[in-house]
């Protein structure tokens, strides 16, 4: 049966104060409409399977505070879930259970064998000093061991907004404390520190995927020119909200690739400079002064503002802080070309509409920002491998090339410069990871492109996305045979 009924899109004028679920719940219904699967298929995908809501004591300079905690699995289709841990201050259930949802649907873009889960925490980790949120974080982490809400095999968390290696090492250590007998115990969180069981390349991986998503969007001609942009990164202009993990590292990696960042957008204001931003002096200053503002090189915008440079005239607009920030109020002022989704539903459903209706190409968070996923699973592939990538091959590809060389050596006659020699080294870790990142996210691009391009009445690269996601998961479900 068509599906058009299963999950019924709400009304256009509710849209904007639309909860955050019941959003990636339209954009869900609107690709389910064009699928052709049993409508409690369809629902068993969108909802989300279960949700565990703690309140937990932690004694906080003296005082015990009852601190709020959630993790929500949305999907089990595949074991573990896996989805990041957020710490602020406005985190609630809703927004949980729709981060989980949009997790699964990730996963599944980028051909990651995991369900989707996410966790939070209600506290703004800038009023508590590192040993506070070590003992918050860890008694969090004891609270899901009870409840099963964590294990390598179950249920992985990973970094998200607010949290970094640091809370992951915590979670990882409380964990391992709990269950001595886990072989696989080191994988029951990703983004560690690489010396306790992280991999290299994972800190900046979301921002190298967006990095990577929006080269290979940019390269194809019929999808930039109606924009009125020529193909390639090279020179545009790029504004960037939220200068963490993943809005540092894609400005990083896309001022590297030739774009030029004219703003960037913090909680307490904003800097801009038309002519371009260094991102590595913005972030010595922000490292040296403890905020991007008053950056030299650059205009400030004081805080009440900061919000307007979103709409300042740019060619790609990335909002990289938190979810709902291009809305039905902004949308019709946003100058930008591309929205560039590196955060989780930045997006309203309405605001999406309006960017639609203007022709701008909005980029999805579930694909563009699926790059710390990726590499959270080879993370959690060389835990439970237990060995590090190219430990096995590097000094076998470096000999089998010194020996290529030399033959070409001796047949040509001709020796090979110091330089060219670099190129015999055989595979780090971080070349790995890095470029299994690249060939996922380009294989992600080219599937969803494809669903764009040729499904009959996918009119935008989000409902081709969740296309893509759905197809997939439905046909785990038909593989796994899960309905008795
Ligand atoms: P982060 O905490 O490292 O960085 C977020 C930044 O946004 C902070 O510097 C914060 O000060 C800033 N910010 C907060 N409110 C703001 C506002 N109103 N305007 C401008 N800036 C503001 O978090 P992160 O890990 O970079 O995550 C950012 C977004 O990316 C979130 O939506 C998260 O869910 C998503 N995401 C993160 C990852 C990851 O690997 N970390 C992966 C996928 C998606």
Same mark, same amino acid.
């Given at each position: 049966m068509a599906a058009e009924a299963a999950v019924a899109a709400p009304p256009a004028l509710e849209r904007d104060t639309m909860p955050f679920f019941e959003s990636v719940n339209r954009n869900f219904a609107k690709a389910a409409a064009l699928l052709d699967y049993p409508r409690g298929l369809l629902e068993q995908i969108r909802v989300c399977r279960r949700v565990y809501y703690v309140q937990f004591p932690v004694r906080i300079r003296g005082e015990i505070q009852v601190i709020e905690g959630w993790r929500a699995e949305h999907s089990h289709h595949r074991l573990p879930c896996k989805g990041g841990i957020r710490y602020s201050e406005t985190v609630g259930q809703e927004e949980i259970m729709a981060l989980a949802a949009l997790m699964t649907f990730k996963c599944a873009v980028v051909n990651v064998p995991f369900g989707g889960a996410k966790g939070g925490v209600k506290i703004n980790p800038r009023n508590y000093t590192e040993e506070e949120l070590e003992r918050i974080t860890r008694r969090y982490t004891t609270e899901l061991i009870q409840k099963n809400f964590i294990g390598p095999s179950l249920d992985v968390p990973a970094p998200d907004y607010g949290t970094g290696p640091r809370e992951m090492a915590w979670i990882a250590d409380t964990y391992m404390a709990f269950r001595p007998d886990d072989i696989n115990a080191l994988g029951c969180v990703t983004g560690k520190p690489v010396e306790q069981g992280g991999v290299r390349g994972r800190t900046e991986a979301t921002g190298l995927g967006v990095y990577f998503g929006l080269r290979e969007a940019l390269s194809l001609p019929e999808l930039v020119r109606p924009l009125g942009l020529e193909p390639g990164l090279e020179g545009k202009r790029v504004i960037i909200q939220g200068f963490?993990?993943?809005?540092?590292?894609?400005?990083?990696?896309?001022?590297?690739?030739?774009?030029?960042?004219?703003?960037?957008?913090?909680?307490?204001?904003?800097?801009?400079?038309?002519?371009?931003?260094?991102?590595?002096?913005?972030?010595?200053?922000?490292?040296?002064?403890?905020?991007?503002?008053?950056?030299?090189?650059?205009?400030?915008?004081?805080?009440?503002?900061?919000?307007?440079?979103?709409?300042?005239?740019?060619?790609?607009?990335?909002?990289?802080?938190?979810?709902?920030?291009?809305?039905?109020?902004?949308?019709?002022?946003?100058?930008? !070309?591309?929205?560039?989704?590196?955060?989780?539903?930045?997006?309203?459903?309405?605001?999406?509409?309006?960017?639609?209706?203007?022709?701008?190409?909005?980029?999805?968070?579930?694909?563009?920002?699926?790059?710390?996923?990726?590499?959270?699973?080879?993370?959690?592939? !060389?835990?439970?491998?237990?060995?590090?990538?190219?430990?096995?091959?590097?000094?076998?590809?470096e000999r089998t090339n010194q020996q290529l060389v030399e033959l070409v050596e001796r047949l040509t006659g001709k020796s090979l410069?110091?330089?060219?020699?670099?190129?015999?080294?055989?595979?780090?870790?971080?070349?790995?990871?890095?470029?299994?990142?690249?060939?996922?996210?380009?294989?992600?691009?080219?599937?969803?492109?494809?669903?764009?391009?040729?499904?009959?009445?996918?009119?935008?690269?989000?409902?081709?996305?969740?296309?893509?996601?759905?197809? !997939?998961?439905?046909?785990?479900?038909?593989?796994?045979?899960?309905?008795?």
């Amino acid at each position: 049966m068509a599906a058009e009924a299963a999950v019924a899109a709400p009304p256009a004028l509710e849209r904007d104060t639309m909860p955050f679920f019941e959003s990636v719940n339209r954009n869900f219904a609107k690709a389910a409409a064009l699928l052709d699967y049993p409508r409690g298929l369809l629902e068993q995908i969108r909802v989300c399977r279960r949700v565990y809501y703690v309140q937990f004591p932690v004694r906080i300079r003296g005082e015990i505070q009852v601190i709020e905690g959630w993790r929500a699995e949305h999907s089990h289709h595949r074991l573990p879930c896996k989805g990041g841990i957020r710490y602020s201050e406005t985190v609630g259930q809703e927004e949980i259970m729709a981060l989980a949802a949009l997790m699964t649907f990730k996963c599944a873009v980028v051909n990651v064998p995991f369900g989707g889960a996410k966790g939070g925490v209600k506290i703004n980790p800038r009023n508590y000093t590192e040993e506070e949120l070590e003992r918050i974080t860890r008694r969090y982490t004891t609270e899901l061991i009870q409840k099963n809400f964590i294990g390598p095999s179950l249920d992985v968390p990973a970094p998200d907004y607010g949290t970094g290696p640091r809370e992951m090492a915590w979670i990882a250590d409380t964990y391992m404390a709990f269950r001595p007998d886990d072989i696989n115990a080191l994988g029951c969180v990703t983004g560690k520190p690489v010396e306790q069981g992280g991999v290299r390349g994972r800190t900046e991986a979301t921002g190298l995927g967006v990095y990577f998503g929006l080269r290979e969007a940019l390269s194809l001609p019929e999808l930039v020119r109606p924009l009125g942009l020529e193909p390639g990164l090279e020179g545009k202009r790029v504004i960037i909200q939220g200068f963490g993990n993943v809005g540092y590292h894609a400005a990083k990696f896309l001022q590297e690739g030739g774009a030029v960042i004219t703003a960037v957008i913090e909680w307490d204001g904003a800097v801009y400079n038309p002519n371009g931003i260094d991102v590595e002096e913005l972030h010595q200053h922000r490292r040296e002064t403890g905020s991007i503002l008053y950056y030299p090189k650059a205009k400030t915008i004081p805080m009440e503002e900061r919000d307007s440079v979103l709409e300042y005239d740019c060619d790609i607009l990335l909002p990289a802080a938190l979810e709902s920030q291009i809305h039905r109020h902004n949308a019709p002022r946003i100058k930008a !070309k591309i929205v560039a989704e590196a955060a989780n539903g930045p997006t309203t459903a309405a605001g999406e509409d309006i960017l639609l209706q203007r022709g701008i190409l909005v980029l999805p968070d579930i694909f563009l920002n699926a790059g710390g996923v990726v590499v959270s699973y080879f993370e959690w592939l !060389k835990n439970i491998a237990h060995v590090r990538f190219g430990r096995l091959e590097k000094r076998f590809e470096e000999r089998t090339n010194q020996q290529l060389v030399e033959l070409v050596e001796r047949l040509t006659g001709k020796s090979l410069s110091a330089t060219e020699r670099q190129l015999l080294r055989g595979p780090d870790e971080v070349s790995l990871v890095r470029s299994g990142l690249e060939d996922t996210m380009i294989a992600a691009f080219n599937e969803i492109y494809d669903i764009y391009k040729t499904r009959k009445g996918v009119q935008d690269l989000r409902t081709a996305a969740f296309v893509c996601a759905i197809d !997939k998961i439905a046909k785990a479900y038909f593989q796994l045979g899960i309905f008795p």
